[in-house]
């Protein structure tokens, strides 16, 4: 089981960005997706996740609004659009996969490694 994040980058506030987390070795349409981030000297928090059957959740209500999570069982691929981003947003980018939802990283199994976003000026 891997998984492979990719899309971040160095984007002004206000801007957009495509993460992207693509799955190796297991049926995306099998498993829940989740993002989270870990920004410097802070905990891994969760982000939004995707379940097998397309409910969608996030976090935090810093992000409703602004992020959209999706998935393309077809790509076995899953995408976090990100708008509207703000220099809080700033942080390695993960995206982890298990059986069901959740937003604590612990109760995650599988994870790939992180991609940095970073918006500033």
């Known amino acids: 089981v891997q998984l492979q994040a990719s899309g971040g980058g160095l984007v002004q506030p206000g801007g957009s960005l495509r993460l992207s987390c693509a799955v190796f070795?297991?049926?995306?349409?099998?498993?829940?997706i989740g993002w989270f981030r870990q920004a410097p000297g802070k905990e891994r928090e969760g982000v939004s996740c995707?379940?097998?059957?397309?409910?969608?959740?996030y976090a935090a209500d810093s992000v409703k609004g602004r992020f959209t999570i999706s998935r393309d069982n077809a790509k076995n691929t899953v995408y976090l659009q990100m708008n509207s981003l703000k220099p809080e947003d700033t942080a390695v980018y993960y995206c982890?996969?298990?059986?069901?939802?959740?937003?604590?990283?612990?109760?995650?199994?599988?994870w790939g490694k992180g991609t940095q976003v970073t918006v500033s000026s």
């Open positions: 995707i379940s097998s059957s397309d409910i969608t959740s």
């Open positions: 982890a996969a298990d059986l069901l939802c959740s937003h604590y990283a612990d109760e995650m199994d599988y």
């Open positions: 070795g297991f049926s995306l349409d099998l498993y829940a």
